[in-house]
């Protein structure tokens, strides 16, 4: 595996990805991808499932428009804490101009984009820190919308782990916010926004949250993936319903 990543990060040190890729990188995302998707037993105690919480910084909202991924991060949660020894943190060339808002967000600075690896060159690392963890995002769709066009795109495939959207689980537990956004859940939760608006620090502030809804599911006596699901579904259905 080192030896793969190596190759990898030199192929993509720091070239974006506009050709078509060597054939021993699309082998080893694809079967990377294949180990990460071994499923998690819906009898698991919330527990003992490992979670790999993520985050994004992108030059803008929409990978269709062209925006790009200009940092991945995420720290892994096991046996009910926050492993902060066990973070990842990258950054990512992206081939394109960052604009002056984003860079003044992140805390970014162009010269510090100056030859980082392209996406490719991150990808390997990436999967390899979240394994067959499931992921967590707040708004985890929008970090897949960046991520999953391009694996289909080069590789013909997508990651298939397991996700949880912190959102739609807030929403579940009727948290009693005005809106469910990031920034109004940590204040509910009085949790202090230390590194907000950087890749790994909004995946420690979820992971902080994380651990904050888990109490409320202990709380409602849901202690299983397979309760997870429950509640999950049961909120999707009536979210459904006011629709019609």
């Keep these: 595996m080192n030896t793969i990543i190596r190759r990898a990060k030199k192929r993509f040190f720091p070239r974006p990805e506009k050709e078509k890729l060597p054939d021993f990188l699309v082998t080893e995302i694809k079967e990377m991808i294949a180990r990460n998707s071994s499923p998690v037993s819906s009898s698991a105690l919330l527990k003992d499932v490992r979670f790999a919480v993520m985050d994004l910084e992108t030059t803008g909202f929409n990978s269709a428009r062209g925006h790009e991924i200009i940092a991945i991060g995420a720290v ?86 397991r996700s949880i959207d912190t959102i739609v689980l807030a929403q579940s537990l009727h948290m009693p916010v005005k809106s469910y956004s990031l920034d109004n859940l940590l204040a509910f939760y009085d949790i202090d926004p230390v590194g907000r608006h950087s890749a790994l620090g909004d995946s420690l502030l979820t992971a902080e949250l994380l651990i904050r809804l888990f109490s409320v599911l202990k709380d409602s006596d849901i202690r299983t993936l397979g309760g997870l699901d429950e509640l999950l579904k049961r909120h999707t259905r009536f979210s459904d319903d006011k629709i019609f």
């Design 76 to 161: 892994l949660i096991e046996g009910d804490k926050i492993q902060r020894e066990k973070t990842f943190h990258e950054l990512v060339y992206p081939d394109r101009e960052v604009p002056e808002h984003v860079l003044k967000l992140t805390g970014i600075q162009r010269e510090m984009l100056v030859g980082r690896l392209s996406f490719f060159g991150v990808l390997l690392q990436f999967l390899d820190f979240i394994g067959s963890s499931i992921i967590v995002g707040h708004n985890i769709d929008f970090d897949l919308s960046f991520i999953n066009p391009k694996l289909k795109k080069y590789c013909g495939t997508k990651v298939k782990n």
